[in-house]
């Protein structure tokens, strides 16, 4: 077990399966500047800097990945992403299907995102659930440095294309790594507890523990579920929880119309109607772009007396709407 | 070309002509889709594909067929993808926007117009770290050019000494605009200069010249290893989709580029220089009639897809 960033774990995870695999390749804006240990390691043919052009830097992940590659990219920050689109969702998220099956794309896109380093709404945005509404793609988002590792050698083991957002207040937080690979799809219970089941993921996870603790201190035993992987979303772990709880609090940055909080609380009311002891309940980021001030931007993001309150309120049989950190 | 690989090149341009005009008809009679012609760029494709060697590979475009039946295409399989039957290339979940048969070397076809330029650098830098023989051709309209990934693509190819034969068809319609409503220059080719690449223009209608512009540009890529932009003057004789009345269309202009029709062209030479017969050359059409009626036939016999093929396919 080695303690290391999460960024860290990531390189360790694709140095681990460039050695492995000498299909897997990477390259992006300044990854063989900023990857010189890599470069060193496995040359200029599989460690490239591009041009900065998200659009081809992804198309030719697609490409290259149809032919026998398997590539890693780094577009940087996930709004970038929108100049990727059509790479990503109409060429990699389609081309399987459309042709028959005759192609396959497996590829790795890494894009930060989250508040953290305050700057602004066109280098943070939440948009991971864009990516869950398109067909064939997979998204995951860790939590912890372990679960980023783990989680980096399945996605770039995954025959798909896995879009891996990191999130900029955790990128730099160490953390043990074991260095065992995690499933993708599969969520994990942080804390277990009775009485509410709080759903997360990324930097909310830890909210979410942080919110538990003083929970318990007042009584109420928090679950806490840090889903890992938002698509192939594990459904199985949500209703467990939620049949044992009976309550749910969806927990995340993103924001709240047609988010992951929209499909978790749409799955627990379609399959687990009966165990619900209350209204599903979702804590988000407003309908509102991220803020270059670090004030707003850490105000953005659910805060801990924003689930306190909420999972107070909900075990009170009184559930409120809305943040109580924020106006209304 | 000889006077043999001519004729056969007639043979395959007759087929094309036959094949756009046999779905134009099924979509009229409701039978069938609306498609993308290329009608008068028969040439283009044929002239390019034929220079190519049988390990290179092709990204083509929703004006495909041209490229797939010169490349060898069974025009059965072809029909029967159109009409979204289960015999098709891509097991009809193609249908006419999409078609590749990897099995051809015909890979990642993309509608989004310049959808292609995005993918064939990885599918060229796949072949070059491979040490693989051979390149990649990619097919692409003057409209495409006028995406920001022309830009991207070329300039990367450049910069990395990707094995890409960049064939601009530049058939003068963007959909509905005309190509000079969009750009200042009047050869697209003469970009290439930009990124520090060789580049030509061809006659696109002439597929002796088209063929050895592609043989000798192909021949370029092998000796610098470096792209090519290659771009050969043709135009879209039919609309954009079927139905579509051209309304739009210079009239005059439209009956120039009639009269220098690539495949009356070459009817013509052939039969000039004497290697081609009234009597061979109605033995040639009515061969490819038959094979277009048989494709047809073929075609709507294939099964539709099943159902639960809506969701297969999706992930690997």
New interface residues.
Partial sequence: MTVMTMTDAITAALAEEMRRDPRV?TFGEGVATTQAALLAEFGP?RV?N??L?E??I????????????R?VIDLLFAPFLTYAM??IV??AGK????????????MVVLAHTGAGWGVGGQHNHNIEAWFAHA??L?VVMPATAEDAHGLMLSAIRD??PVLFFTDTALVFAPGEVTGAPVPLGRAAVRRQGADVSLIAYAKTVHTCLEAAVQLAEAGIEAEVIDLRTIKPLDEAAILTSVRKTGRAIVVHEASRICGLGAEVAAIVAEKAFDALQAPVLRLTGPDAPTSGSFTLEAAFAPQVEDVVAAARATLAGTPRKGRASLPA | MTPEQLIHALEQMLLIRAHEEATAALQRDGRGPGTCTAVGQEAAAVGVVSALSAEDEILTNHRSIGHLLARGADPRRTMAEILGRQD???????GSL?I?A?ELGV????T?VG?E???????????K??RRPGIVACFFGDGAACQ??FH??V??AG??DLPILYVCENNQWQAFVHRKETMRIDKIASRAAAYGIEGATVDGNDVAAVHAAAREARARIEATGAPFLLEVVTYRLRGHFEPDDQAYVDPAELDTWRRRDPIARLKDRLLAEGHLTAQSLTALEASVARSIAAAITFAEASPVPPLRELK?????
Wanted: hydrophobic residues 40%.
């Fill in positions: 390749l043919g490239r591009t041009p052009a659009g081809i992804a198309g030719t992940a697609a490409g290259a990945a149809a032919s026998g590659l590539p059509d790479e109409n060429s081309l399987r299907f459309l042709s028959g099956g005759q192609f396959s794309f497996p067909p064939g997979k025959d798909n | 098709g290339y891509c097991g009809g979940k193609s999409h590749s990897r890979v990642l076809t993309s989004i959808g330029l995005a993918l064939v650098t990885g599918v060229a830098l796949a072949r770290m491979a920001g990934r991207e693509s300039n990367l910069v990395w297969t396919h999706v992930y690997a």
